[in-house]
C-alpha cells in the first residue's frame, strides 16, 4: 500500500474536492437570473373591507341628520332647538321622501331653511343623543377605504362591554374639519360606559361579491386606480393599468384592465 505523507495526503484532498465541484462539460450551474419570477392569476372572490380604528367614548354627542337625496326640501313644525325626537322620525322631507332622524335625540340646532333646495347628504339639523358614542378620527393612510362611508359597525371598549353593534351617523364637529375626518358611532343607550374611555371600532366600509381580485401585494396603487405587471403568452411582462375597487387588506378587487386567469407578477411594477 502507497503511503502519502501528510502534505500529499492534504494536497489530494484539494484536488478530489475541486474535481467534485466542477461542473461536467456541457453542463452550467443554474443561475438565480434564470429563476422564473413568481405568479399569480386573477380570480374571483367576495370581499369585505373592515377598518380596525381606535376612538374615544363622549357623552350625549351632537350628530347631523342629512338630506337623503337633492331637492326642495320641506320642513315640519316639529325641528326647533330643544325638541326631543326619537329614532325613525320624520323632521322634513324632500320631494316626497322624508328625512328621517337616525337615532333618539334632543335637537340642538336646524341647519336647513324650509324651501331650500338642498343635495344629498347636506346637514339638515343636528341632534344630540340620549346616550354615548365613540368618536373616531379616521387617519389619512386610511380614509381611502371610506368607500361608502360605513355601513356597520362594533365596539370593543377598554375595560368595559365587547362586540356592541352601534349605529354610524356623521358627528357635528365635520362642519368645522377641513381637512380631518371623523366618523360617530352611537353606542346602545343601556351600554355600560364612562366618558373617556378608549376603544377599538371595527367598521364595515364595503362589500363585494363574486368581483374579479388580485393579492394586495402584486398591485401597485390602493385607490381607484393601479398598475400590474402583466405576463404575456411568449413570457414578456407589460406594465397594465387597473381600476381598483374595494380591498379587505389582503386581495383587492380589479374593476377593470384584467380578465379572469390573466396571470401577473407576484410584486407590482418597478420591483424586482
Known sequence: MTRHT?????LIAVVLLLTACTAAPGQ???????AQPSTVSVERRSLTSTVVLGGTVVPAPE??????MSGRIEMNALPVPGTAVTEGQSVGSIDGEDVIVP????????????????????????????????LVDVPVADQYRLYEGGLSALVNVTG?????????????????AADDVSVLCLLPPDAAVASGLEAKVGLNTGSRTDVLALPLQAVSGRADQGEVSRVNPDGTHETV???LGIT????IE?????????TVLSYPPGIG
Open 6 to 10: 501528510p502534505a500529499a495526503a492534504a
Open 103 to 134: 337615532a333618539t335625540g334632543t335637537i340642538t340646532d336646524v341647519l336647513t331653511a324650509a324651501g331650500a333646495t338642498v343635495v344629498a347628504r347636506l346637514p339638515v339639523a343636528a341632534v344630540a343623543y340620549e346616550g354615548f358614542g365613540v
Open 160 to 176: 368595559g362591554p365587547s362586540g356592541l353593534e352601534c349605529r354610524l351617523v356623521t358627528p357635528r364637529s365635520a362642519l368645522e
Open 63 to 68: 350628530y347631523l341628520v342629512e338630506a337623503s
Open 28 to 34: 452550467t450551474s443554474p443561475s438565480p437570473d434564470d
Open 254 to 262: 380589479i374593476v377593470s384592465g384584467l380578465e379572469l386567469g390573466d
Open 241 to 243: 393599468t387597473v381600476g
Open 248 to 251: 379587505d387588506g389582503v386581495y
